[in-house]
C-alpha cells in the first residue's frame, strides 16, 4: 500500500507499507511522521482524505483535529485529485516481478510525477464540483 500528500507547489514523501493499515497505525506510520509536518509547512492547507475506516478512527479524528481538514462525502473518488495521480501512476508502473522491484518503481514515478500534473488536478476540482452536482451526485466523466 502506498500513500502520499500533495499540494499545489509541494508532495509529502511517499510512503510504502505492508499489511493492514489500522486507526492506529495511520496515525503512527503516517499522520505523525509524514502528513502533520507536511501539513505544518503549508500555511492555510486543508486537509483531505477520504472515509477509508483507518481515516475516520477515533484515534486518528483526535490527531487530526489539530489541522483544518475537510469533510468528506462517502463514494466520492472523482473529488480526490491524489486519486487521480494514483491512477496516472498505475498506468506508467512497469511490469514487476518482486514486491520490491514494485516498491522502487512507485517511489522513482513518485518523484518524478511532474508537479505542473498536479497543479492540473488540483485546477479542474471546480469543474468536479459542477459536473457531480449536474449529474445529480450520480456517476461523471472525471
Request: aromatic share 8%; net charge neutral.
Amino acid at each position: 500500500m502506498v500513500r502520499g500528500a500533495i499540494a499545489y507547489d509541494s508532495r509529502s514523501t511517499l510512503i510504502v507499507m505492508r499489511g493492514t493499515l489500522t486507526g492506529q497505525r495511520y496515525v503512527d506510520d503516517i499522520l505523525r511522521p509524514h502528513v502533520g509536518p507536511f501539513l505544518n509547512g503549508l500555511p492555510l492547507a486543508i486537509f483531505q482524505q477520504d472515509n477509508a475506516r483507518s481515516h475516520t478512527a477515533r484515534v486518528a479524528q483526535d490527531f487530526l483535529r489539530h489541522f483544518q481538514t475537510l469533510p468528506w462525502p462517502a463514494l466520492s473518488p472523482d473529488f480526490s485529485s491524489v486519486e487521480h495521480v494514483w491512477d496516472q501512476l498505475k498506468c506508467q508502473m512497469p511490469s514487476c516481478h518482486f514486491v520490491h522491484d514494485l516498491e522502487l518503481a512507485v517511489q522513482d514515478l513518485w518523484a518524478h510525477l511532474p508537479q505542473d500534473s498536479i497543479r492540473c488536478l488540483i485546477n479542474t476540482m471546480p469543474d468536479r464540483v459542477a459536473a457531480c452536482i449536474a449529474a445529480g451526485g450520480g456517476p461523471m466523466r472525471y
